[in-house]
């Protein structure tokens, strides 16, 4: 066993767990939701050689997981959101008769009827409304979001805990439906450290960078507020004998599309690179070699790119809202989010900065970033799965 962690947190109860997570997320295509299930999988597997626990996980990742021997894992290939989701998953779930499931998102099936924890990442579609937010007919928008908040309900009011990656998304969710504040846990997520040291000239000139830029990665969807990024590197690059790029890096999808049209309307091509999906090896080195990490959502559950991002050595500019300040504290470069002004004036300051001011504020950001650990998010996760039992002695 590792030395950095002779003791799993339950060591000296009499009880074992046997414990199933939902992992079907696993996998960096699925974002941020799958790196948290990356996370916490890998930490569990680290911490904890005392619990039995059981992994569904879809075909892709089946074979390439190996996991310690008190870990069994369960192929489900089954789609998230999907009507087999309710059907076939309480059934799998049933037959491994498990203590505790832990669901990693909202998306549990509401015929079952084992004990369970959640983990809640965010609330943005209750505030997302609308078909600029979708790419479903109205009809199939409607029905969908009709199911979204009904299942999301139950998951919530039937969870015997909630685990949410910030103090603000406990709060909306504590003041949305009405639970008590003891029900929801907060664990920040951990960062992980990109490899930086990869052929630097290569992969820029293989994603046409050729000029100083600032770069942002994650999905477009309409609240990552990628139109006034867009406006503000237009307004930017207004009498710049030497052009700043934007870069995004987002696999691509309908709402990627979208995010190319406009920039085809509003004359950005020549400054916009869309990379499409990019591997942490190389975008460990182009986080590394940009001027900044460009943030500009208007609501998000924590913030883990832009810690990513500092970590392999640049700064994160970001929107002025209330979950960034408290995962980037003093750290970061804010701005206006409804404002390409700001937006502009932010990435202005930053390119604009001396090498050793630049280098101490980066200096400053990583020690800020290295406190956020997947450890110890998956030791409060742990502790959440033993106080649903009382396993643990008082305290």
């Not at 569904?56 to 069994?72: E, G, I, M």
């Not at 990442?121 to 007919?137: F, N, R, V, Y």
């Not at 309409?222 to 052009?243: D, M, Q, S, Y």
Request: net charge positive; with cysteine.
């Amino acid at each position: 066993m590792d030395r950095r962690y002779p003791q799993s947190l339950n060591e000296n109860s009499t009880s074992k767990m046997k414990i199933l997570i939902d992992a079907r997320f696993y996998g960096l295509e699925n974002t941020g939701i799958g790196r948290y299930t990356i996370g916490l999988v890998k930490s569990l597997a680290k911490i904890d050689r005392k619990n039995d626990y059981h992994l569904l996980l879809r075909k892709k990742y089946f074979d390439r997981l190996n996991l310690p021997s008190n870990w069994n894992k369960i192929l489900a290939e089954i789609p998230h959101y999907s009507f087999n989701e309710q059907r076939l998953l309480p059934k799998i779930i049933k037959e491994v008769s498990p203590d505790l499931t832990h669901f990693l998102h909202f998306n549990v099936p509401v015929a079952f009827r084992g004990k369970f924890v959640v983990t809640i990442h965010d609330l943005l579609m209750h505030q997302q409304k609308g078909l600029e937010a979708t790419t479903l007919s109205p009809i199939k928008y409607f029905v969908k979001r009709l199911g979204y908040k009904s299942v999301f309900a139950f998951a919530v009011k039937k969870s015997r805990a909630i685990i949410v990656p910030s103090a603000v998304v406990k709060n909306e969710l504590v003041s949305y439906y009405k639970i008590g504040q003891d029900k929801v846990v907060v664990a920040h997520e951990g960062v992980d450290v990109l490899p930086t040291a990869g052929d630097r000239k290569r992969i820029l000139e293989k994603f046409g960078i050729d000029s100083p830029y600032f770069i942002y990665a994650g999905n477009a969807y309409p609240h990552k507020n990628l139109k006034r990024a867009v406006e503000a590197i237009v307004k930017l690059n207004k009498g710049r004998k030497e052009p700043v790029l934007f870069a995004v890096a987002c696999a691509r999808n309908a709402f990627t599309e979208k995010l190319e049209k406009l920039v085809d309307e509003t004359g950005a091509t020549k400054y916009i690179r869309l990379l499409g999906f990019v591997p942490d090896n190389e975008l460990g080195v182009l986080y590394k070699n940009s001027l900044g990490f460009l943030f500009p959502s208007l609501s998000e559950g924590f913030g883990l790119p832009g810690l990513e991002a500092i970590l392999a050595g640049t700064l994160t500019l970001c929107s002025n809202i209330p979950v960034f300040r408290e995962t980037y504290q003093d750290v970061a470069i804010y701005f206006d989010p409804l404002s390409s002004s700001s937006i502009k004036k932010a990435m202005n300051e930053v390119a604009l900065l001396a090498s050793e001011t630049r280098a101490g504020l980066i200096k400053k950001a990583q020690r800020l970033a290295r406190r956020y650990s997947w450890d110890k998010m998956a030791r409060q996760t742990l502790r959440v799965y033993e106080d649903s039992f009382s396993l643990r002695s008082n305290q």
